[in-house]
């Protein structure tokens, strides 16, 4: 049962977080490359706002959407 657990510690810290220790050790000489991931996430969140909010207009533009308080039976 211990090598079962030791297997799991070697496949997370030995192959899944090498990623991870490469940007924890160039934090100190480079920060926006140590938080990469996070401008990528910012980039990719912004993105589909602008995407969402341009879609919202597009429906309010053609009037399809309905915005009648009673469009659900529980509001009624």
């Excluded at 090598?3 to 490469?22: A, N, R, T």
């Excluded at 050790?25 to 490359?33: D, P, R, T, V």
Aim: charged share 15%; proline share 1%.
């Amino acid at each position: 049962m211990k090598s079962f657990f030791e297997g799991i510690q070697f496949l997370f810290v030995d192959v899944l977080f090498v990623p991870l220790d490469f940007l924890r050790a160039i934090e100190l000489s480079s920060w926006f490359g140590a938080n990469a991931i996070n401008w990528i996430f910012v980039i990719v969140c912004a993105s589909a706002m602008v995407y969402w909010i341009k879609q919202l207009q597009i429906f309010d533009q053609a009037g399809t959407e309905d915005q009648d308080t009673t469009a659900h039976s529980f509001l009624k």
